[in-house]
T-cell receptor
Framework: DTEVTQTPKHLVMGMTNKKSLKCEQH?????MYWYKQKAKKPPELMFV???????INESVPSRFSPECPNSSLLNLHLHALQPEDSALYLC?????????????FGSGTRLTVV | AQKVTQAQTEISVVEKEDVTLDCVYE???????LFWYKQPPSGELVFLIR??????QNEISGRYSWNFQKSTSSFNFTITASQVVDSAVYFC????????????FGQGTELSVKP
């Protein structure tokens, strides 16, 4: 299995809703990442988990809450989002963080906040 | 600070033309890694190549080739005999050895190949 699977593929949520994005990989990778990508822009790093511990938080607002329950799963909990948070959310994994290991990206969740 | 610049925002070519996508990077790390990704309209980022800073050999994979020159801090990507299926946004990206896995992307080049 050489894939990163993200669910759901599309999500529409209101500003008062609570929802979660899910990411799963079974490649034995020990680093997992969340990226946010606005239309016509490059992906921007949000969080890095290394060995199930949060190692990088790129000053992301607290309405985004990451969680890594085990080495194969990565969640992103969403609460009280704003319309400007609408974007493509990409999950990625790599064998380790740093050291230039290749990154495998999922196909993303297209989030619309209404 | 690390930075990746893709000066070409959009490129349009006719099928079978060759096209080169430019990438210039900045880093103070002596060990770093460069990547190219393809993003079709469906959204997933497809890995194309990884190159470390100590390996300046050019690489060819089918119709794709990459030219890495440390002297000019460039990592350019050429598609030979382009095809309509090559239409996508292409990102060049940089990761430093001790940057915790952070991948810095360029702004991307949108390539349109017309039949």
């Amino acid at each position: 299995d050489t894939e990163v699977t993200q669910t759901p593929k599309h999500l529409v949520m209101g500003m008062t809703n609570k929802k979660s994005l899910k990411c799963e990989q079974h490649m034995g990778h020990r680093a997992m990442y969340w990226y946010k990508q606005k239309a016509k822009k490059p992906p921007e790093l949000m969080f890095v988990y290394s060995y199930e511990k949060l190692s990088i938080n790129e000053s992301v607002p607290s309405r985004f809450s990451p969680e890594c329950p085990n080495s194969s799963l990565l969640n992103l909990h969403l609460h009280a989002l704003q319309p400007e948070d609408s974007a493509l959310y990409l999950c990625a994994s790599s064998q380790e963080s740093g050291q230039g290991y290749g990154y495998t990206f999922g196909s993303g969740t297209r989030l619309t906040v209404v | 600070a690390q930075k990746v610049t893709q000066a070409q925002t959009e490129i349009s070519v006719v099928e079978k033309e060759d096209v080169t996508l430019d990438c210039v990077y900045e880093t103070r790390d002596t060990t770093y890694y460069l990547f190219w990704y393809k993003q079709p309209p469906s959204g997933e980022l497809v890995f194309l190549i990884r190159r470390n800073s100590f390996d300046e050999q050019n690489e060819i994979s089918g119709r794709y080739s990459w030219n890495f020159q440390k002297s000019t801090s460039s990592f350019n990507f050429t598609i030979t005999a382009s095809q309509v299926v090559d239409s996508a946004v292409y990102f060049c990206a940089l990761s430093g050895y001790n940057q915790g896995g952070k991948l810095i992307f360029g702004q991307g080049t949108e390539l349109s190949v017309k039949p």
